[in-house]
């Protein structure tokens, strides 16, 4: 199917060896980059940089250019979806993206659109089109959607807040709300990542990155079966039945066994879960993504490869690792160390991989 040069990723998230650990970044297009902020202000704005197919395509190949890295991940946001369901999406340079009218009660929610979510968001598609012909098949691109718990989040507290009050209050006083957002968030985040992969995506990733504020049994209800019902219909479309699925919910470290059950090819683990820990729980059948402190790449040559030799041994013999940080690069990271260390993670993750 696939004519990609570079398949290790595809190749990782298969269960075919490979000959050493790929590597992509999160965040990997972005502030810390100059060559990504002489394009955000060519656009005018963040919106404007993601709602240009053309132009995010050109920063979704930059770090490609100057890192060998395994994969792109097409430029986006995962806050595109609210967007086209009628929450507008704003962006202020100190503040990140927020809505001026969250979601406050149920009449709210039903007001909100998840009908052709696709077709409003088609310049995402364009941007997959563009940055397709420009990757021009030497490696994969990975499509992505924010969880339904992650987005409703936003949804509902406006913005990234420090308690998320609002929101982890409705999970007990008002659990049917939630159900009736998740379930139009279901529909829309499964045409869009269809969408996606019609349009070239060759991996999809979910982002859960909130799924941590919940306990257990919240998490299990209103994170983690939401998103296994997205993937079991991703399985179930002709055009997504086998693309590979990456999972990421941040702080999930304890729930490794129930996330591999959700029908993903992946997870991606976070800094604060122990490499070795997760693969003893999971076992080979599913790959593993991370999980580096983003803040380890303010360290010296010495340390940044240091702490990325932890994370190889840590996995050690095997062929189901796609390293990555645990969580996006920061806006203040040196490019040069970014450099430092996907060129130490090549290197040194071939001792692992000589069958
Ligand atoms: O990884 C990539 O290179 C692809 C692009 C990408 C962006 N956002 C670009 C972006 C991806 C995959 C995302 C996902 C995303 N967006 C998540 C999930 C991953 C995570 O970080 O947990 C979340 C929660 C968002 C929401 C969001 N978008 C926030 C909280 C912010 C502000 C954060 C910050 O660093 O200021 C954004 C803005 C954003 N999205 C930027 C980029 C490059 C910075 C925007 C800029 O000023 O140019």
Known sequence: MSSIKNK????????????????????????YLPE????????????????SPELASEVTIQPIKRFDLDAAIIFSDILTIPDAMGLE???????????????????????LSDKNTDSKLEYVAEAIIHTKE?????????????SPWTLSTYMVEGSATKEFRKIRSIVFKEPEMLDLLTQKLVKSITEYLIMQAKAGADILMIFDSWGGLLN?????????????????????????RNIPI??????????????????CNAIGLDWTTDISMARNTVGDNIALQGNLDPCA???????????????????GFGHRHIFNLGHGIDQYVDPENLGILIDHVKEYSKKYHQN
């Open 36 to 51: 990504y902020k002489a394009t955000r202000a060519q656009a005018g704005s963040f919106l404007d940089l993601c709602q």
């Open 89 to 111: 999406l704003k962006f202020e340079d100190n503040r990140g993206p927020y809505f001026d009218n969250p979601i406050d009660d149920i009449d709210d929610i039903k007001s």
């Open 297 to 315: 790449l303010h360290g010296t040559e010495e340390s940044i490869k240091d702490a990325a030799s932890k994370i190889i041994d840590g996995y």
């Open 216 to 240: 257990t049994q919240n998490y299990v209800n209103f994170s983690l079966n939401p998103m296994k019902e997205i993937i079991s219909n991703l399985r179930k479309n002709s055009i997504t």
């Open 8 to 31: 290790r990723i595809l190749d990782v998230l298969n269960g075919v060896p490979v000959d050493k650990t790929p590597v992509w970044i999160m965040r990997q297009a972005g502030r």
């Open 134 to 146: 420009k990757l021009n098949n030497e490696i994969p691109l990975i499509g992505f959607s924010g």
């Open 246 to 263: 990456v999972l990421f919910t941040k702080g999930g470290g304890s729930w490794l066994n129930q996330i591999a059950e959700s029908g």
